[in-house]
């Protein structure tokens, strides 16, 4: 946290419905009166740091997965449990300026790391206590968009979000592997959204399975 990063080692995986942070795509770019989309209305902004890292400086783009920075030290495969730590969250509006409530918080905190913990469950032991080859998994959102549907108006606002993650020993604290990540859902068409969280959710899965793959082929 994912710019498309997390999260790839730390997950944060995203493919098919997430896309980098720019705001074109397959759709219009002016509706039937002529009038253009609004200028970045769908740009993320550059993910800030939340400190969870231990060296920014070593990132790199990712050879996998566009706008992402991520680090490996090539020791995973080593390890055979996992703790999930609490997942931070960092900002306290939306990339539009709209507060997120202390509520809107720990629904987004638990979202993602429920979608952690459902992918490393099923090839993994999750537990709660550091032991040996046991890897602690560190994670905070750093950014959030809210996805909204036209109200009178012909763009749809697109969701989604940025974080961050380390990967380290829980006993020593090696750092392990860490990443950085932003991403945004496309949607074809504007449409009623009933959930302004629902595109960073998506994000979250998406970042969730790429830590499970990374995590298969470090074996």
């Known amino acids: 946290m994912l710019h498309r990063t997390l999260i790839t080692v730390c997950g944060l995986a995203l493919a098919g419905c997430a896309q980098s942070n720019s705001s074109s795509g397959g759709r219009p770019q002016s509706n039937t009166l002529g009038e253009q989309t609004p200028p970045s209305v769908n740009t993320m902004p550059t993910p800030r740091h939340a400190g969870i890292i231990s060296d920014y400086a070593r990132l790199r783009p990712s050879p996998d997965f566009p706008d992402t920075l991520v680090w490996n030290s ?6 055979k449990r996992f703790i999930v730590d609490p997942v931070q969250v960092i900002p306290s509006d939306s990339t539009r300026g709209v507060p997120l409530t202390e509520a809107d918080k720990r629904r987004l905190a638990a979202d993602f790391r429920y979608e952690i913990v459902d992918v490393l469950q099923a090839t993994y032991p999750v537990i709660t206590v550091p032991a040996p080859k046991t890897a602690r998994v560190k994670t905070a959102i750093t950014e959030v968009a809210r996805s909204a549907g036209p109200d009178n108006q012909w763009f749809r606002w697109e969701g989604g979000a940025a974080a961050e993650m380390e990967i380290v ?8 592997a860490s990443a950085i990540d932003t991403s945004t859902v496309r949607v074809r068409e504007p449409g009623k959204v009933t959930d302004p969280f629902s595109d960073a959710k998506l994000v979250f899965r998406h970042w969730a399975a790429r830590l499970g793959k990374m995590l298969l082929s470090s074996k």
């Open 74 to 79: 090539g020791k995973l495969g080593q390890y």
């Open 169 to 176: 020993d829980s006993q020593t604290g090696e750092p392990l």
